[in-house]
């Protein structure tokens, strides 16, 4: 069973700076989230993640991107959302050069944030409806993914907004289509919260991987063995502050595995 993380991972500062720390200051090129990334990494290998991610810790999922896209002033969309340059890439590239220093056997994953996620998460001053704005948001991130789909194993989309009951699943399922379509390269999308009575348009959209929570959603286990793509099996649950035991989360596992007839857990190189 291959294993990652999703989410965002704490943001770790230095405490003690260092001699050329300071001097990147003088000149202006320090990069504190840099000893975050490193952080993040290697907790995650030394974890025996085999698929990491360099912890997205520049901010929450949606500033991330909508601070270096144009058309974006914080939350709020004024002018037509157009891609400029790369977001993620340079994060990508210094997390694999750490792990490649710690266990090079360790693949590293592309991250980004859904357009419609990004949609239902901004203040829209520009454009007259909500189709517009998630297909350009959605033609901006396909430049995203091709930017970045040569430095890692896979592409995860995070599409949170699609568990709450407000986003119009043609439109959405569209908006994914403009980013993955034509790319050679093994897309996942992820859907938090209760994804048991979406799951039939879920299995619509054009990824190959869906992953959801089973630790904190146990009702979504219902549903499991309807799932028609390749299972990520949210085995942790990050809802309480308690930390599972080893034997309560294999136990999770060997329960899924007892549904799944179809040996659709990920089992095997999805790259």
């Known amino acids: 069973m291959i294993t990652t993380v999703v989410g965002s991972y704490p943001v770790v500062f230095k405490e003690n700076e260092d001699f050329f720390d300071k001097i990147k200051k003088i000149f202006g090129i320090y990069d504190p ?19 990491i991610s360099d912890g997205q810790v520049r901010g929450d999922m949606v500033e991330i991107f909508t601070s270096k896209l144009f058309g974006f002033e914080d939350r709020r969309v004024v002018n ?4 400029v340059e790369p977001i993620t890439l340079k994060d990508i590239l210094y997390a694999k050069k750490i792990a490649k220093k710690l266990n ?18 901004v203040k829209d001053e520009y454009y007259s409806n909500k189709e517009e704005l998630i297909f350009d948001i959605a033609k901006a991130l396909r ?27 043609e439109v959405a399922k569209r908006a994914i289509d403009i980013i993955v379509r034509g790319i050679n390269k093994s897309f996942g999308m992820h859907v938090c919260g209760k994804v048991y009575n979406i799951i039939d348009e879920l299995n619509e959209f054009n990824v190959s991987i869906l992953d959801h929570e089973f630790a904190s959603n146990r009702k979504n286990l219902e549903i499991l063995d309807r799932i028609k793509k390749k299972v ?13 035991s080893v034997e309560e989360i294999k136990g999770l596992i060997k329960e899924g595995l007892e549904i799944i007839k179809n040996n659709n857990f990920i089992s095997e190189k999805i790259y």
């Open 33 to 51: 989230y840099k000893y975050a990334i490193e952080v993040a990494v290697k907790d995650q290998i030394n974890a025996g993640i085999d698929i």
């Open 80 to 83: 037509r959302v157009e891609f």
């Open 104 to 121: 090079s056997n360790v693949e590293v994953k592309g991250i980004i944030t859904g357009p419609n996620t990004i949609a239902y998460s």
């Open 143 to 169: 430049n995203e993914v091709l930017a970045i789909k040569n430095h890692v194993s896979y592409i995860q989309i995070d599409e949170p907004i699609l568990s709450v009951g407000i986003a119009d699943f």
């Open 232 to 244: 990520g099996f949210g085995c942790v649950n990050t809802k309480v502050n308690k930390v599972e």
